[in-house]
């Protein structure tokens, strides 16, 4: 019976540790995210574009709306 609960012990304190690191890599890519000025994510968002029009991905007219 005290080798079950030990394991219990254990597996609950592995699952404490996951939830933590995946806290610490969720943290660090919001940081690294919200790095970007405004200006830098226009250039990308732009640089992006011009590379999916480039390989015919994307229609280049203008949205019109719906109708």
Known sequence: MRRRMRWWKVLGLAGLAG?????VVVARAE?????????????????RHAEATATGAVDS?????PG
């Not at 939830?19 to 806290?23: M, S």
């Not at 940081?31 to 640089?47: D, F, K, S, V, W």
């Open 31 to 47: 940081r690294r995210r919200r790095a970007y000025t405004p200006e830098e994510i226009r250039a990308r968002l732009r640089n």
């Open 61 to 65: 007219t203008p949205y019109s709306g």
């Open 19 to 23: 939830v933590a690191a995946t806290g």
